[in-house]
Nanobody
Framework: QVQLVESGGGLVQTGGSLRLSCTAS????????MGWYRQAPGKQRDLVAA???????KYADSVKGRFSISRDNDKNTVYLQMNSLKPDDTAVYYC?????????????WGQGTQVTVSS
């Protein structure tokens, strides 16, 4: 299993910035992708951004050009730099790691960190 510890959430005004961090421990050798999802009240959990071991990234359309995901493989840490924040970005943000073992994919999740953007 993989344990994920997140940090960096908080309250910010519209147009502000926040940086989220997530550090993985445990069976990190099998991780091939790390990312961030978010869930607003009453809504499903959706992908925000993800990055593979090789550095390939993907973003939700709603955050392209504003958010940037990066990864330090030596530290098993993934970062999400969030700029030009909007009230619609308010949600609980969850770190995700995805492992591929014996043709099976496993997802591990952090505890979540609240991001609140005030108007």
């Amino acid at each position: 299993q993989v344990q994920l510890v997140e940090s960096g959430g908080g309250l910010v005004q519209t147009g502000g910035s926040l940086r989220l961090s997530c550090t993985a421990s445990g069976s990190t050798f099998s991780i091939y992708q790390m990312g961030w999802y978010r869930q607003a009240p009453g809504k499903q959990r959706d992908l925000v951004a993800a990055i593979t071991n090789g550095g390939t990234t993907k973003y939700a359309d709603s955050v392209k050009g504003r958010f940037s995901i990066s990864r330090d493989n030596d530290k098993n840490t993934v970062y999400l730099q969030m700029n030009s924040l909007k009230p619609d970005d308010t949600a609980v943000y969850y770190c995700n790691s995805r492992r591929f073992i014996s043709a099976t994919t496993y997802d591990d999740w952090g505890q979540g960190t609240q991001v609140t953007v005030s108007s």
